[in-house]
């Protein structure tokens, strides 16, 4: 019976992950292997009768430059007792190749220790991918999908901030980021925003609502004391990750909840939150400043990969073989700065309480100190002249609302 591979996808989707599934596909094809695509991720490969799409060259071909996934995506995490042996005795797999975060690479190992007490040896390999640039890697080498999405909120960034040029209003952003600010701190630095907040910075205080507000109108107030009468503040969303709950829930903003009493926070628009509470604020301190939210999400997941992208997901998927040649499984597969490809485990990035932390911006670099200086915030010079427009601009000095003084 001919040998096979089979390739699943988890999570959520990012650029490159076709590129990936392509590489893949034509490197084993070569090899003779036949390649197994399965829809909806471990609950189609768990499941009685599996949705797949197996592999020719001619649609390997077709889609690796396509952003999107070819083979549609799932959230499912299976339990052991959910585990059985039958799609990989029937179709003859010697390889499980996963594409996607830290749970789906150790659902993969927990169902290959499984399968080995079926007497099945399955080799796995695992792909890391997200957008948010926050899996510790070797070399602070970047996640694949994260340059593509940073290169369409570069793109959307500009024609906003052209908008607020021509129009000379504010908008408020806020970018996907789960609890890291790459993406945030990327966008926000290539354009030029007069504004950017990103969960690092508050290192030395809380994070709550009033203190973001009171940073965009700071950066609005002396926007004002330079003659400059537009902006755009970029909000990271992953401020909501390391606020209290009650912060949230008292925010005065209407949530809906789930089951435990937390609020579903991806039922709503953060950029409407931030922009809400901000007028608000100045409706309080009788400023009339227009501000429009707008929402950087799902517009950056499924676009086409750019070229840094299409190199490194190559790469990677070349690197699946690699590994499954030399007899490595139960890894990721990671490429450094050279583009040595090099195997890692789960356990070289897991703490002592065998969790991933994320990889955060570094916010005491060089890179992230200048870019944070360049922004548009009140300073103590700025007071007297701040007073035109706020009667305490010592509460809008940027450095003291983050305790960096």
């Known amino acids: ?3 096979s591979i089979a390739i699943i996808c988890g999570g959520g989707p990012a650029p490159g992950i076709n590129t990936v599934i392509s590489t893949v596909a034509k490197t084993f094809l070569k090899d003779g292997y036949e390649v197994i695509g399965v829809h909806h991720g471990y609950q189609g490969l ?27 995506m799932s959230r499912f995490k299976p339990k052991d007792s959910d585990f059985k042996a039958d799609f990989f005795k029937k179709h003859n797999v010697k390889l499980l190749v996963t594409i ?35 899996l510790p890697l070797p070399d602070r080498n970047p996640t694949f999908g994260f340059h593509t999405a940073k290169d369409e909120g570069v793109r959307i960034g ?6 607020a040029r021509t129009s000379e209003n504010w908008f408020v952003m806020s970018a996907m980021g789960r609890s890291a600010g790459h993406l945030a701190f990327g966008i926000a630095s290539a354009c030029h925003f007069q504004m950017m907040i990103i969960p690092e910075m508050f290192n030395k205080t809380t994070i709550t609502f009033e203190k973001l507000i009171n940073m965009i109108v700071s950066s609005i107030v ?21 606020m209290e709950e009650e912060e949230i829930i008292n925010s005065g903003i209407n949530f809906t909840y789930d089951d435990h009493g937390h609020p579903e926070l991806g039922n709503v628009s953060k950029s409407h939150i931030f922009n809400y509470l901000l007028q608000v604020k100045l409706k309080e301190i009788g400023l009339t400043v227009k501000t429009r939210p707008v929402e950087l999400g799902y517009e950056l997941r499924c676009c086409n990969p750019i070229a840094f992208d299409l190199t490194l997901c190559t790469l990677l998927g070349i690197g699946v073989k690699k590994l499954y040649d030399q007899g490595i499984s139960g890894c990721i597969v990671s490429a450094n ?10 356990k070289d990035f897991e703490d002592e309480n065998g969790k991933i932390p994320p990889r955060l911006v570094d916010i005491n670099s060089d ?10 915030y009140i300073q103590e010079k700025d007071y007297e002249q701040a007073k035109k427009y706020v009667s305490n601009p010592e509460a809008y000095d940027f450095k003291k609302i983050l305790n960096w003084n």
Request: some cysteine.
């Open 1 to 3: 019976m001919k040998k």
């Open 46 to 72: 768990l499941s009685e009768n599996p949705e797949l799409k197996i592999f020719d060259f001619h649609h390997a071909d077709r889609i690796f430059s396509r952003g999107g996934s070819t083979l549609i």
């Open 100 to 134: 996607g975060g830290d749970d789906t690479a150790s659902t993969a190992n927990r169902l290959t220790k499984y399968l080995q007490t079926q007497n099945l040896k399955v080799s796995h390999v695992h792909v890391p991918k997200t957008i948010d640039n926050d």
């Open 158 to 163: 500009n024609t906003v901030y052209e908008d």
């Open 222 to 242: 002396k926007c004002k004391i330079k003659g400059v009468e537009y902006g755009v503040a970029l909000v990271s969303e992953g401020v909501f990750h390391f």
């Open 337 to 346: 700065s050279r583009g040595d490809i090099t195997p890692l485990f789960l």
């Open 367 to 376: 890179m992230a100190q200048l870019f944070i200086n360049n922004l548009f």
